[in-house]
Structures are given as structure tokens and as C-alpha cells.
């Protein structure tokens, strides 16, 4: 009989989520909002993953802005499993901070890294791949991401070249990582057959990760592994202070994954386990107005999407409109974002969405901290 696969979920929730201003702020970031439905994003993921284990093995990396939200949001969770970044470094110290951490209780348990807003249908095929990712992980020293069938030729993802199956047929050896392309070569990957988009959600060992940490980030592995060792201890949060900031601030795609792809799809131990659920990266205004147009939870026979305290469009398509305490009426316009909250009133075009992010710098240089 197998033994058990000690599974592990990192959850990884430290964005500030800029370009879901004016609803997102450094205290209520994306990921604790409720964006489609009513559960907040980091909510939903935490529920999605309790089947493969419950809160005392689910850590959650954050910042000390959303810290409290999160300790509210999910009661049940210890409070030591919410470990609270001093500045952010990207993902590669976030993820080795938790593989050293957990490498210290078992060095064979099976972390899989999450992020925090990423909406998930159809979750018995994702628990399916997650166990199939997992199985993978524990059998080696092996990398595992779980790559999205592309259904269009989108600019906005990083996509995995995949080779041949492995002998026992339970994943694809991936060849390379890719970072987003333009509209051309994105085209190039989803006629090719073999590309799937990377969801950033990765399974491996408590030992690989960390064993990939030591090899690909030799300056940044002996801080995050004393970090580790005071964890528990009263000198954690001074530790956690002093050493953090001497990380690099790398993702953990560039430190460890094309590092590894670039030894040969037979010799990275680098493998994709192809996803058949739906996923959304809720990664601007857009692209919720999309999914929620696509999944029909909101939109009128025009394309507007609206949540607001009623509406009327003349002549008006294509519009999304957050604004739930006011009535809202849109006359001759398209393709816009409107977002309406107590202090603040984004106006934008569709296209432009991605650029929300740009107004939370300004924002910081004028010093209004305000609404930020």
C-alpha cells in the first residue's frame, strides 16, 4: 500500500492588486474582495484545496497590510501559518521561505503553490489534476506545473512548451517556459498544439524546492534557511526584518523554472500536468467584464456588464460598471470601465485597463496615501 502523500497548499497573497483600483487598496488588496460571487477570492481558494488538506497545513504568504483581513476571512487557519512578508521580493523568496519552513517539519511533504485570485470552475477535474500533479511530485525530485489548454491566442500569459509523456504516461516533459508573447507568436504556440498556458501553479517536494533554491539562488538560500530556523522562536520577526530585505526580488519562474528547462526536457525534471478546468487570471478590470460576460453571472443583451443599484443603457454596448449604491445610466458610450466607491471614481476605457495600476503610482508620488 502507497504511503500517504503529505500535501502541503502555499498560498501565495501578497499582491497589492493595483489594478483593481479603486476597489483594491494595500488593506483590502484583490485577493480579499469578492470579485465574482460572494466569497472573496482567497476564500475560494482555500475551499477549492480542503479536500487535499485542511487549515493546519495550509500556509498563506502575505504582507502586514492584509494580514488581519485574512486571519478574519479564514477562521480556523492558526495564526502561525499566516507569515507576513516585511517587503515584497517577488515569488522565488516567498516560495523558498515556505519550502524551508516546511522541509524543517518533513522534507518530503508536497507543497503546492497557489495564487491567491485565480477563479476555478468545474473543481472535481481541478482536484483531479491536482492529484495527478501530486502523485508526479512524490515520486522524485520532480517539478510539476499545471498547465491551461489555451482557448485563444492570449498575449497576457506565459506559456510551457511541452514534449513527449513520460513512460507512465502522467504528465508531459516540458522543454521551456515562455515569457507572454506577442500576438504573432502567441498564434504560432496555439496552432502548434504543444503550448499550454502556465497558471503559476506549481507541486513539488518540500526538498526539491529548496534543494532549487540552494542550487539557483546560492546568495538568497542561506537567508531565507535563517529565517526558517527562528521561525517559532521570539526572534522571528527580528530575523524576518533583518534578512528578508537582503533577498533577491525574483519570480520564481526566472530563479528556478528556466533554469531548469534550459538542462533538456529528460534531465530538468520539469513536468506539466495538462489541466482540463476552466481558469481565469483576474488580472484587470477587463478581463472580469470578460469572464463574467462569458460565465453570463452579470450582462445585459448590449455587453454591458454592470453591478450597480440598477441601470439603463441607450445605445450604450460593451461597458462594465461597479457602482452598487448608485443608479447608473450610460447613454452613447462603449467599451468602458466605470468603478464607483465612497472616495474615489475610475473612468477608463476597456483597452487601457492594464494601465489602471499606473494611477496607484501617481497617486503614491503625490503623497496621497489616502487612496492608496
Given at each position: 500500500m502507497p504511503k500517504p502523500i503529505d500535501f502541503r497548499p502555499v498560498i501565495l497573497a501578497g499582491g497589492s492588486g493595483t489594478r483593481f483600483w479603486p476597489r483594491s487598496r494595500r488593506a483590502r488588496a484583490k485577493q480579499v474582495l469578492a470579485l465574482d460571487g460572494e466569497r472573496s477570492m482567497i476564500q475560494q481558494t482555500v475551499e477549492r484545496l480542503k479536500p487535499m488538506a485542511g487549515l493546519d497545513k495550509t500556509w498563506i504568504i502575505t504582507n502586514e497590510y492584509l494580514a488581519h483581513e485574512i486571519a478574519d476571512q479564514l477562521p480556523g487557519l492558526p495564526a502561525g501559518k499566516i507569515v507576513q512578508e516585511p517587503v515584497a521580493r517577488n515569488t522565488a523568496p516567498a516560495c523558498g521561505l515556505a519550502a524551508f519552513l516546511i522541509e524543517r517539519e518533513n522534507?518530503?511533504?508536497?507543497?503546492?503553490?497557489?495564487?491567491?485570485?485565480?477563479?476555478?470552475?468545474?473543481?472535481?477535474?481541478?482536484?483531479?489534476?491536482?492529484?495527478?500533479?501530486?502523485?508526479?511530485?512524490?515520486?522524485?525530485?520532480?517539478?510539476?506545473?499545471?498547465?491551461i489548454e489555451p482557448v485563444r491566442a492570449e498575449t497576457?500569459?506565459?506559456?510551457?512548451?511541452?514534449?513527449?509523456?513520460?513512460?507512465d504516461d502522467s504528465a508531459l516533459h516540458v522543454r521551456r517556459f515562455i515569457e507572454k508573447p506577442n500576438q504573432n507568436r502567441a498564434e504560432?504556440?496555439?496552432?502548434?498544439?504543444n503550448y499550454y498556458w502556465n497558471s503559476g501553479m506549481f507541486i513539488w517536494s518540500a526538498r526539491t524546492l529548496a534543494d532549487a533554491v540552494r542550487e539557483h539562488l546560492p546568495e538568497t538560500a542561506p537567508l531565507l534557511e535563517s529565517i526558517a530556523a527562528a521561525y517559532g522562536t521570539p526572534q522571528f520577526n527580528e530575523v524576518f526584518r533583518?534578512?528578508?530585505?537582503?533577498?533577491e526580488n525574483i519570480s520564481v519562474d526566472y530563479a528556478v523554472l528556466e533554469p531548469?528547462?534550459?538542462?533538456?526536457?529528460?534531465?530538468?525534471?520539469?513536468?506539466?500536468?495538462?489541466?482540463?478546468f476552466s481558469w481565469n487570471d483576474l488580472g484587470s478590470w477587463t478581463s472580469l467584464y470578460e469572464y463574467q460576460l462569458e460565465t453570463r453571472l452579470r450582462g445585459d443583451a448590449e455587453g454591458n456588464v454592470t453591478d450597480a443599484g440598477g441601470h439603463l443603457a441607450i445605445d450604450a454596448t460593451d461597458n462594465y460598471v461597479f457602482s452598487p449604491k448608485k443608479f447608473v445610466a450610460l447613454v452613447g458610450v462603449e467599451n468602458l470601465v466605470i468603478v464607483d466607491t465612497e472616495d474615489a471614481l475610475l473612468i477608463a476605457h476597456r483597452d487601457h485597463s492594464q494601465d489602471v495600476g499606473k494611477i496607484v503610482k501617481e497617486?503614491?508620488?503625490?503623497?496621497?496615501?489616502d487612496l492608496i
Open positions: 522534507p518530503e511533504a508536497v507543497l503546492g503553490i497557489f495564487p491567491s485570485d485565480h477563479v476555478i470552475a468545474d473543481e472535481p477535474r481541478f482536484l483531479k489534476a491536482l492529484q495527478k500533479a501530486t502523485a508526479v511530485a512524490a515520486a522524485s525530485d520532480n517539478i510539476v506545473v499545471l498547465g497576457g500569459y506565459g506559456y510551457i512548451e511541452t514534449g513527449d509523456f513520460a513512460k504560432e504556440f496555439v496552432a502548434a498544439g533583518a534578512l528578508y530585505p537582503k533577498c531548469r528547462s534550459a538542462k533538456g526536457e529528460h534531465l530538468s525534471h520539469l513536468y506539466c500536468v495538462p489541466a482540463e497617486l503614491g508620488l503625490a503623497g496621497r496615501t
